[in-house]
């Protein structure tokens, strides 16, 4: 019935909006998850940025501004240089620059540092860097050494006004600091970098099990983490697999450092607890779905159970059991929506009043109880027969031509007729029924089809009763 079918949708409603808060909730906490792991992942790569920036690139830049601004070109271009005042100058950029430059000079043949113990003289054993630098054709480089301590120099070969060679202008950046600062990331975040040279070698590394030694050096191909990468990375320096790193499972960034020709590699341990705190959350969000549905379909059982309970008092006459008018209202309504043609038959039993006023009102009803029965099983399955109100009763055939109608009115009137009702122990009443019958292919509504019957019932009524008249 309507009303069911209004409620189906309604519940299909509900529950699809059940359905979308749920995901909308699930979608919301697992963004927030994601945001805040991403987040976290930002905040330990964005101190490797710095490190990279602060112990590299700016003394590389400040390294080259130096050697391009021609400030030690003086010094450099005397072969009997100011020592005092290199000194000096040399102090003052380490002071206001926090960068350890030196100079060589070819002319004095000699090496200035601002703290002047470490100066010495240019010679093949103690600095072969130069002579080999000196002797390159590139004008500028980038070298690890360790003669003390882990150190990077920062070369950049000067010129006089003439064009000729004078020496050399750089930075000796120590690596000590730098190293430092990778443990501590390392032990704070997890994660390892690898610093890889032009001929991908390795140069610096925060595992201390590749950690390169000068003489020997670890070539990028060496490392197993590395060996793993699928060919290319999935977008630029990022690569789409996960290695083996540690025993653990690492995602890996590269970075270019163009300035140096380097790259770094970034070694970040997969949050295996993000992991499965994303996978208890979605199996939380299945849960909750599954709960969702199952709530639903109980309620949807329980209120179908109930509506149809309450759907069959609704439409069902007390006294008789029959159907009633409501319902005989609402299926006119469903008739007319699906243009189907229909027959109507009013019921009205003859002097009923005598029958009151002779045995009482028990028996009338007892009457009119019976007479109900009897019209709901001479119907068809497709026809129903319903208490109109009072003694009189209404039945509607679809489909059925007029005249069909008007024999089914003929063969129940004289049903009625036979029928023996049953008012007290062994006493029974015989009554009979004046019938009204119409049929229409096309109506507007139920009073349209009662009224036409309503003037036939009249007819048969005015006509002696116990009669069939039919109108339409
Ligand atoms: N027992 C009983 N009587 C009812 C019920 N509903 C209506 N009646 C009675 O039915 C009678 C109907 O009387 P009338 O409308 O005068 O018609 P009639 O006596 O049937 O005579 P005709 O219809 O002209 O043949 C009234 O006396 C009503 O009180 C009911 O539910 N139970």
């Not at 028990?362 to 009119?368: E, F, L, P, R």
């Not at 122990?425 to 292919?441: H, I, K, L, N, P």
Request: aromatic share 12%; hydrophobic share 40%.
């Amino acid at each position: 019935m309507r009303s069911i079918s209004q409620f189906r949708r309604n519940f299909t409603l509900l529950f699809l909006l059940l359905s979308l808060i749920v995901s909308a909730l699930a979608y919301f906490a697992i963004s927030s998850m994601v945001g805040t792991q991403s987040r976290q992942q930002q905040k330990a790569i964005a101190p490797v940025f710095n490190l990279i920036d602060h112990k590299l690139l700016r003394p590389l830049h400040i390294t080259h501004a130096l050697s391009e601004s021609n400030v030690f070109l003086p010094y450099l271009d005397s072969a009997k240089p100011d020592e005092a005042a290199i000194q000096r100058e040399l102090q003052r950029l380490q002071t206001s620059l926090k960068v350890n430059v030196f100079i060589a000079s070819d002319k004095a043949m000699r090496q200035y540092f601002a703290n002047d113990e470490e100066n010495r003289a240019l010679t093949e054993q103690t600095t072969a860097w130069y002579f080999r630098f000196k002797e390159s054709e590139a004008d500028v480089q980038v070298v690890l050494g360790n003669q003390e301590r882990l150190s990077l120099y920062l070369d950049y070969k000067e010129y006089n006004h003439k064009g000729e060679f004078v020496g050399v202008s750089g930075a000796a950046l120590s690596l000590e600091s730098f190293m430092q600062e990778f443990e501590r990331y390392q032990q704070q975040y997890g994660y390892d970098f690898y610093f890889i040279d032009e001929q991908n070698n390795v140069l610096l590394t925060s595992d201390s099990g590749s950690q390169p030694k000068l003489a020997e050096r670890t070539g990028l191909d060496q490392l197993t983490w590395y060996r793993q990468l699928s060919s290319a990375p999935l977008i630029k320096g990022v690569y789409s697999n996960l290695v083996d790193y540690k025993g653990k499972e690492h995602l890996v960034l590269e970075l270019p450092l163009p300035q140096l020709k380097w790259r770094v590699f970034i070694l970040l341990p997969f949050d295996e607890q993000a992991r499965s705190s994303a996978v208890n959350l979605w199996r939380l969000g299945i849960l909750i779905f599954l709960v969702v549905v199952v709530l639903c379909l109980v309620i949807l059982f329980f209120t179908e159970r109930y509506s149809s309970h309450y759907e069959k008092r609704l439409f069902t006459d007390g006294m008789t059991g029959i159907a009633n008018r409501r319902y005989i209202e609402r299926l006119t309504q469903d008739l007319i929506e699906q243009k189907i043609p229909v027959s109507l038959i009013l019921v009205d039993i003859d002097h009923f009043k005598s029958v009151n006023d002779n045995y009482g009102h028990n028996a009338g009803d007892k009457v009119i109880k019976t007479l109900g029965g009897v019209l709901k099983d001479a119907m068809r399955d497709q026809d129903v027969a319903a208490r109109w109100g009072g003694e009189e009763f209404v039945l509607l055939l679809p489909k059925t031509s007029y005249a069909q109608s008007m024999k089914v009115a003929e063969r129940l009137r004289k049903q009625v007729a036979e029928t023996e009702f049953n008012i007290a122990d062994g006493q029974s009443v015989r009554v009979t029924a004046s019938f009204g019958v119409t049929q229409a292919d096309y109506y507007e509504s139920l009073a349209d089809l009662v009224h036409l019957a309503d003037r036939a019932l009249y007819s048969a009524k005015h006509k002696g009763r116990n009669r069939v008249e039919g109108h339409c």
